[in-house]
T-cell receptor, first 114, second 110 residues
Framework: DAGVIQSPRHEVTEMGQEVTLRCKPI?????LFWYRQTMMRGLELLIY????????DSGMPEDRFSAKMPNASFSTLKIQPSEPRDSAVYFC????????????FGQGTRLTVV | GESVGLHLPTLSVQEGDNSIINCAYS??????FIWYKQESGKGPQFIID?????DKRQGQRVTVLLNKTVKHLSLQIAATQPGDSAVYFC?????????FGAGTRLTVKP
């Protein structure tokens, strides 16, 4: 398996624009996580899905952030409108099941909002 | 709220020495713990895990110790090598999610 695949690897956008980050989890994994990493706040869990259903989105910073998982092989994280403070590296991770198994991370999307 | 934290933000060791990275957790409901290694420009990579019914687990050159009494987790790396230089995160899983600590940067001096 190619692992967790995220796209794009880098995204530069202007403030106010919509940004969509994409993730393809490892085939057969039932849980998917979205994290945001910054120097100030470290790795923050934004939302996670179990069997394509959002379980906990309490980490989503604002209503400008939304995430979907229409099927077991694809998820998106959308920011609309984007702001400079959203600049960060966004990671997607998947695991075989929700609890007591390690999560495998993608390479991340580095987002810069100017 | 409860959170995972690290005692030391940076650690510098001599090549060949053993390294110990510490982590404190506060959620007593956590029953699964993982150590991740993150190299520059990459996503976190799984190193070793431990469940709450254990207090020690060994891997290749790495050992994780869990002390539930004081809610403390440590990662020991034997014979540290330059390739071990990275940021190390502990993560706890109290339920179905996974929360990370702040991270410790390990630098290995030749």
């Amino acid at each position: 398996d190619a692992g967790v695949i995220q796209s794009p690897r880098h995204e530069v956008t202007e403030m106010g624009q919509e940004v969509t980050l994409r993730c393809k989890p490892i085939s057969g994994h039932n849980s998917l996580f979205w994290y945001r990493q910054t120097m100030m706040r470290g790795l923050e869990l934004l939302i996670y899905f179990n069997n394509n259903v959002p379980i906990d989105d309490s980490g989503m910073p604002e209503d400008r952030f939304s995430a979907k998982m229409p099927n077991a092989s694809f998820s998106t994280l959308k920011i609309q409108p984007s702001e400079p403070r959203d600049s960060a590296v966004y990671f997607c991770a998947s695991s075989l099941r929700a609890s007591n198994t390690e999560a495998f991370f993608g390479q991340g999307t580095r987002l810069t909002v100017v | 709220g409860e959170s995972v934290g690290l005692h030391l933000p940076t650690l510098s060791v001599q090549e060949g020495d053993n390294s110990i990275i510490n982590c404190a957790y506060s959620n007593s409901a956590s029953d699964y713990f993982i150590w991740y290694k993150q190299e520059s420009g990459k996503g976190p990579q799984f190193i070793i895990d431990i469940r709450s019914n254990m207090d020690k687990r060994q891997g290749q050159r790495v050992t994780v110790l869990l002390n539930k009494t004081v809610k403390h987790l440590s990662l020991q790396i034997a014979a540290t090598q330059p390739g071990d230089s990275a940021v190390y995160f502990c993560a706890e899983s109290p339920a179905n999610d996974m929360r990370f600590g702040a991270g410790t940067r390990l630098t290995v001096k030749p």
